[in-house]
């Protein structure tokens, strides 16, 4: 059974090595524009390396990643997700589609398509959210804080997201936008 400190610098060695060749470097270069030695950055790369907190930092920055990002699990590369799979849920003729199947904390992405002349009532999120709308097809009508938009494809309206609104379709087609929730982080 390996250790923590093995697995861990298993996925900083992996992590690191994908990142760089992901940016079509040599270790070389990675060393050079991180001001580290060509040795430790090999060192890194071959899970051998423990590296102090200044050398994570150097390296992070040279690869512009968050230092969480070295050390995480590695995600799939790529994952596909087919539109039967998605969560979809339908409000009266409104069809609501989760866009984010794999969870990103403080974050909801979802498709709202509204038939000709239908509504739908928001809900309300938690104190502080913030809600984008990014209008694709038709015009939606935005109601919220006692005000409304009309929002034409192409256009966003950005708004707190804690407070009652509501989307509508009063045109002849299908409207279709993108509501976009970014959720106060806890304290």
Same mark, same amino acid.
Request: some cysteine.
């Given at each position: 059974?390996?250790t923590?400190?093995a697995g861990l610098a298993?996925r900083?060695a992996?992590?690191v090595r994908?990142l760089?060749?992901?940016r079509?470097?040599?270790?070389?270069?990675?060393?050079?524009t991180?001001g580290?030695p060509?040795?430790?950055?090999?060192?890194? %790369?071959?899970?051998?390396?423990?590296p102090?907190v200044?050398?994570?930092?150097?390296v992070?920055?040279?690869?512009?990643? !968050?230092?969480?990002?070295l050390i995480?699990?590695?995600?799939?590369?790529v994952?596909?997700?087919?539109?039967?799979?998605?969560?979809?849920?339908? /409000?009266?003729?409104?069809?609501? /589609?989760?866009?984010l199947p794999?969870?990103?904390?403080?974050?909801l992405?979802?498709?709202? %398509?509204?038939p000709?002349?239908?509504?739908?009532v928001?809900?309300?999120?938690? !104190?502080?959210?913030?809600?984008?709308?990014?209008?694709?097809?038709?015009?939606?009508?935005?109601?919220?804080?006692g005000?409304?938009?009309?929002?034409?494809a192409?256009d966003v309206?950005? #708004?707190?997201?804690?407070q /009652?609104?509501?989307?509508?379709?009063a045109?002849?087609?299908?409207?279709?936008?993108y509501? #976009?929730?970014?959720?106060?982080?806890?304290?």
């Amino acid at each position: 059974m390996p250790t923590v400190q093995a697995g861990l610098a298993e996925r900083l060695a992996r992590n690191v090595r994908q990142l760089r060749q992901a940016r079509g470097l040599t270790q070389q270069q990675m060393a050079k524009t991180s001001g580290l030695p060509r040795a430790t950055w090999a060192s890194l %790369e071959s899970g051998a390396g423990n590296p102090t907190v200044a050398v994570l930092h150097r390296v992070s920055v040279a690869l512009q990643v !968050p230092i969480e990002e070295l050390i995480s699990t590695p995600r799939a590369e790529v994952k596909h997700y087919p539109l039967a799979s998605l969560p979809t849920r339908k /409000r009266g003729d409104v069809t609501v /589609r989760t866009l984010l199947p794999d969870k990103i904390p403080g974050m909801l992405i979802e498709r709202i %398509e509204l038939p000709a002349r239908t509504s739908l009532v928001g809900t309300p999120h938690t !104190p502080g959210t913030r809600e984008y709308l990014a209008c694709e097809a038709g015009t939606i009508d935005l109601a919220a804080a006692g005000e409304r938009w009309r929002v034409a494809a192409g256009d966003v309206v950005v #708004f707190r997201g804690d407070q /009652r609104h509501s989307y509508a379709n009063a045109g002849p087609g299908v409207a279709i936008g993108y509501s #976009f929730v970014v959720l106060q982080p806890l304290t």
